[in-house]
């Protein structure tokens, strides 16, 4: 994409259709709705931004079906999808800007057993690539990212600042590693013995599959024997954590603070929401959504919501929450009418 884009590109580029402006009109930036102004190309995704919609000085906003409103002066592309079309024009501003510049900085170790093309691959400063490892091409090595002996990373991934990938784990193809996250760490596994908790050997590997982004400071632990799977798509936020033996499946939505328990399996499509925790050696079915701050100790079906602690149907739980916000005046009443009854049965008795 060029550094300026004329609004009948930009309707070509998001697959969406001119409602109001010039199609030879020039934009040069990007900005939310309420930042932006006249080069600047916006967007309509959430009816919660209208009033900044209605007062916006953008050049021109992707506007969902039916939406012919605001300032006239503003022009219009329909989109489907105004997140989605938007994140496209993201995407390609910010190529100019983090443009891919292969080589490898003399401040690098790269290990010379380690399998990698130099005029394809771009590793940054401080980055260190163990004996064995080998890297796709069109992959970035962040800033100080650690890279163990015998890794596999596959094309066009991003390893950004400071992350780490232990030895032997193997990365697909277009994985995002967001700064300090961690892949193939230590699984927590200890035998107490003796008066004394003697660490287990953690022998196995992480394996991600391809189109997986794991989120800044994100830890993924490494099998104690086997495969710790993260599968194609799925995306972990921040501060997530992973444990040994885990399968995770594809296109699973993992929010921050959510821990995974050892050795469960979670199926595809699941979104955990933040601050929710898994025990270990569960199965959690496709298509399952766990609410916030949910606390699972079963099996869960697929297809379904779950929601407080312990994890139970959605709506059975909103029902419990409901009566116990009761409590504090039911309580009261429900003595009162007991020791009414004991002085009845007290009367009745004399």
Not at 115 to 121: C, G, H, I, R, W
Not at 159 to 177: F, H, Q, Y
Request: aromatic residues 4%.
């Amino acid at each position: 994409m060029a550094t300026a884009i004329t609004l009948r590109e930009l309707a070509q580029k998001v697959g969406g259709e001119i409602l109001r402006g010039l199609p030879e009109t020039r934009y040069t930036g990007m900005a939310a709705l309420g930042a932006a102004g006249l080069d600047d190309i916006s967007f309509l995704g959430n009816e919660k931004y209208r009033a900044q919609f209605l007062e916006t000085r953008a050049g021109v906003v992707l506007v969902p079906h039916g939406e012919m409103g605001g300032d006239a002066s503003v022009a219009l592309v329909r989109v489907e999808n105004p997140t989605l079309a938007f994140s496209e024009v993201v995407r390609q501003f910010a190529a100019q800007v983090d443009a891919f510049e292969p080589g490898v900085h003399p401040s690098a170790s790269v290990h010379p057993s380690a399998v990698l093309d130099a005029s394809k691959v771009c590793v940054h400063a401080g980055a260190v690539v163990s004996a064995g490892a080998q890297i796709g091409n069109g992959t970035e090595i962040g800033a100080n990212v650690a890279i163990g002996e015998g890794v596999v990373i596959g094309q066009h991934c991003r390893l950004m600042a400071n992350s780490t990938v232990r030895e032997r784990c193997v990365l697909g193809d277009r994985v995002v590693l967001q700064p300090g996250a961690v892949v193939g760490s230590d699984g927590f596994g200890y035998e107490f013995s003796g008066g004394r908790h003697i660490k287990i050997e953690q022998v196995g590997i992480v394996l991600i599959g391809n189109d997986v982004e794991v989120g800044a400071n994100t830890t993924i632990d490494r099998a104690r024997f086997g495969k710790t799977v993260i599968g194609e798509g799925t995306k972990l936020d921040n501060l997530v954590q992973v444990g040994h033996n885990c399968e995770i499946g594809k296109h699973c939505l993992i929010v921050s603070q959510t821990g995974i328990s050892g050795s469960t399996r979670i199926g595809d499509y699941v979104t955990i929401a933040g601050q929710a925790g898994v025990a270990g050696h569960l199965v959690i079915g496709d298509q399952s959504t766990i609410v916030s701050r949910a606390a699972v100790t079963t099996n869960l079906d697929g297809g379904r919501v779950y929601g407080g602690s312990p994890a139970i149907l959605y709506r059975e739980d909103v029902k419990v929450r409901a009566q116990a916000r009761r409590l504090p005046k039911l309580v009261p009443k429900l003595l009162a009418r007991v020791k009414a009854l004991e002085e009845a049965l007290k009367n009745l008795a004399s």
